[in-house]
């Protein structure tokens, strides 16, 4: 099993930012009748999102993210051991978008700086790669980012996703301790054989030119090869059966049950599939934060964008045990659990900046004499 | 249970009168019959018969007979 354990390592804060646009699921009404819309919003609790700029990223909303909690902690970048950008929602298709954050953030040469291509799992695989990483050196501080801008990708027709996406930037900041009762464990799964439940089939090396010619698929909703395309019921299916199974054998494998755990920031895929996860592994509905009425499904930074809205801003000063979950595109899923001071958790931002800098709309834009 | 017992339970689902399914119901001219009723039969499944119901088997269905069947087998 992918059961991980670290020892002297710690979440020392964690903070997000989403783009002040609000889309209003209701508004939809228009485009998918009322009946429909009415359907959709009791069925995933999704009321509202928040949807980015057409050149804002989430690695801008994460930057943003990232200033503000470096700020609160009076860290400086120079202290920042490794940097890494989790998501589905790169600014390129190359270079990594980490290496950007890296140079807007002042952060120095000797960091470690990659992406890591997932989604709605991000956080949990994250954070065993950062404390992987931070385990076997001498740094003392990694800051992880976590977020997409699915709603970039969907088609405004299909029915399915277009109302479901909300976008975030979140960013946690892990830091290496004198004390081996910081502990951070997770467990991993993956199950390649449902890469195709959610995927984007072009635009990617196996079909670089795919169509972009719109088809209406059987499931009665109009996506081209370069829309995300996500198979309901097959996810469906995965969550209620595999998620509940891997937060068992993480509670047996840490020796913890669902009591040891004051808040269960999970990924908020939607109110119905949270609703069977609870009911499957008898999680108190109380103790698990729900964002998505007004954020939509935020991909891999809900997580936080959870722990923010509960927490941030509160003006407490208490250790709270967490354990996240996420589970997704991939197939990807995973558990982990973690304490944070309240004190570290940052209320949700808002912001609209973008980095200029890194918009290239014309080639000879890379040629400029400076 | 019965497979009449089991038929009263879908349409109870699909929140349809007691007696309007019966065999032969062809589920694409049901228009309750959606993708969120879709869920809901997982779920039915999973919480009444114990039977892990997947997006490639609810697809093959054509008919309430084959749903019945699965759940019988």
Redesign the interface.
């Known amino acids: 099993m992918a059961f991980f354990k670290f020892n002297n390592i710690r979440v020392a804060g964690v903070a997000c930012a989403v783009p002040r646009n609000v889309v209003e699921t209701e508004t939809y009404k228009p485009v998918f009748g009322d009946e429909e819309v009415d359907k959709f919003i009791a069925m995933t609790g999704v009321k509202a999102s928040h949807r980015t700029l057409e050149h804002q990223t989430c690695s801008d909303l994460g930057y943003r993210a990232a200033r503000e909690l470096l700020s609160h902690k009076g860290i400086k970048p120079k202290e920042i051991g490794a940097l890494l950008f989790s998501s589905h929602s790169p600014d390129y298709r190359r270079p990594s978008t980490a290496f950007v954050l890296q140079h807007r953030l002042g952060i120095p040469e000797e960091a470690v700086c990659y992406d890591i291509s997932l989604g709605c799992s991000s956080l949990v695989v994250g954070m065993q790669t950062m404390a992987s990483i931070m385990n076997t050196s001498d740094m003392r501080y990694g800051l992880l980012f976590v977020g997409d801008t699915a709603g970039k990708s969907v088609n405004p027709h299909d029915r399915s996703s277009a109302m479901l996406f909300g976008e975030a930037g979140a960013v946690m900041l892990m830091e290496k301790t004198d004390a081996p009762a910081d502990q951070i464990k997770a467990l991993i799964r993956s199950d390649g054989s449902g890469f195709k439940y959610m995927i984007i089939p072009g635009g990617g090396y196996r079909n670089l030119h795919a169509s972009e010619d719109v088809v209406m698929c059987d499931d009665g909703n109009e996506r081209s090869l370069m829309n995300s395309f996500i198979q309901g019921t097959s996810v469906f299916t995965f969550t209620i059966f595999d998620v509940p199974r891997l937060i068992k054998d993480f509670w047996s494998q840490s020796g913890t049950t669902a009591q040891d755990y004051d808040c269960f920031a999970f990924h908020q895929a939607n109110l119905y599939i949270l609703k069977q996860i609870a009911k499957k592994t008898k999680i108190p509905f109380d103790c698990l934060p729900i964002t998505l009425d007004r954020y939509g499904n935020t991909s891999g930074a809900s997580a936080i964008v959870s722990l923010c809205d509960v927490y941030g801003g509160k003006d407490e000063n208490k250790v709270i045990k967490v354990m996240a979950c996420g589970f997704g595109i991939g197939i990807s899923l995973g558990a982990t659990s973690f304490e944070i001071n309240t004190a570290d958790i940052l209320p949700i931002m808002e912001d609209d900046e973008i980095y200029t800098e890194g918009l290239i709309t014309d080639p000879n834009q890379l040629y400029e004499k400076k | 249970m019965t497979r009449k017992d089991i038929i009263e339970m879908i349409e109870e689902m699909l929140d349809m009168e007691v007696g309007s399914l019966n065999e032969d119901s062809i589920l694409s001219e049901i228009p309750e019959y959606d993708?969120?009723t879709?869920?809901s039969l997982?779920?039915m499944c999973?919480d009444e018969f114990d039977k892990?119901?997947?997006?490639?088997r609810?697809?093959g269905f054509s008919t309430v007979k084959d749903i019945v069947d699965f759940i019988e087998e």
Do not use: A, N
Not at chain 2, 52 to 56: A, D, I, N, V, W
């Open positions: 993708s969120m879709k869920l997982i779920v999973d892990k119901l997947t997006g490639e609810i697809m």
